[in-house]
């Protein structure tokens, strides 16, 4: 993501930590006490296409439908807020909120503070290319040449997982060019000062769809990753019932339609637990095999 800045969507525990020594009185709800109450207090954000962003006037994105479709399935009201990204993980850790319904990218980092949700999206990373570059179109054609990603994201994070792919062919990783957001990585690209650029594949999907003649998508770059609600781990009795409510939502068919609807495909290969330990995260991702 990058918040204006697509998919960046880091950030440090020590930032939660002291948001939640600042707000110490507040406690996020679990399920017996959101059932008590009658509300669920759930924060969105509304510049993060095509999961949460405001089209007309009106909240829009993945994310409000099912923000829509949690309404209709719960017994108990479920209240939003609107909130910019920076933030907003913050004030869900800090208990000011029971959920944050957003496209947050599972990391190591974030689940020292949440578990997740089933993933509503993949977040595999796939690389960009100019979309009339011949000499680009699979992984081996990316020996030596230069990439482009966004400082201190996830995507970074992963980039030894190509380095190993490409090693493994007696390939090598070319010069990395690290951008403050991720529109200044593309503009670049078009440019012809980077070869390639890495993002999420929902981000690819969505440059592609909307840039066809300048930019094409290339092959996956690291193994899979996952998008997904993050959950307060005090609250272990609402992540389930979140659970119930994503494979009630797999079983009828509903969420392979609004990904079909929102990213274009649908991801039929997620897992449907919860992820909530960073050891099955690295066995769902292959990343650090034991």
């Known amino acids: 993501m990058g918040h204006g800045k697509q998919i960046k969507k880091w950030f440090s525990v020590a930032a939660i930590a002291l948001a939640v020594g600042s707000s110490a ?9 959101v059932l008590e109450s009658g509300v669920l207090k759930v924060a969105t954000e509304d510049n993060y296409s095509p999961f949460n962003y405001i089209a007309k006037g009106q909240p829009s994105g993945i994310n409000k439908d099912l923000l829509d479709e949690l309404r209709e399935y719960a017994k108990f ?5 609107i909130l910019p990204w920076t933030g907003l993980l913050a004030s869900v850790s800090a208990g000011q909120y029971d959920l944050a ?32 570059d011949d000499s680009i179109s699979g992984v ?16 970074l994070e992963r980039l030894p997982e190509l380095k190993t792919m490409l090693e493994a062919e007696g390939k090598s990783l070319g010069r990395v060019v690290e951008y403050q957001s991720y529109p200044e990585a593309y503009a670049d690209l078009a440019n012809g000062r980077v070869d390639y650029v890495i993002n999420s594949i929902v981000s690819v999907n969505e ?7 300048v930019f094409k998508k290339g092959e996956a770059v690291s193994g899979p990753g996952f998008v997904s609600w993050p959950v307060p781990k005090q609250n272990p009795e609402l992540l389930a019932y979140l659970t119930d409510f994503f494979k009630h939502l797999k079983e009828t068919g509903r969420l392979a339609e609004l990904q079909e609807k929102w990213f274009g495909e649908s991801f039929d290969d997620l897992p449907i637990e919860p992820i909530t330990t960073v050891e099955q995260y690295h066995s769902l991702t292959a990343v650090n095999p034991s």
């Open 101 to 132: 319904l957003t496209g947050a990218i599972v990391t190591d980092a974030r689940l020292q503070v949440f578990d997740f949700t089933p993933p509503i999206a993949s977040a595999q990373h796939y690389f960009l290319a100019r979309a009339k």
């Open 77 to 81: 009201e479920v209240k939003q807020d």
């Open 140 to 155: 081996s054609d990316l020996d030596g040449k230069t990439v482009g990603l966004q400082a201190g994201s996830a995507l």
């Open 25 to 33: 009185s507040a406690v996020s709800a679990d399920l017996p006490q």
């Open 207 to 213: 440059v592609v769809k909307t840039k066809s003649k």
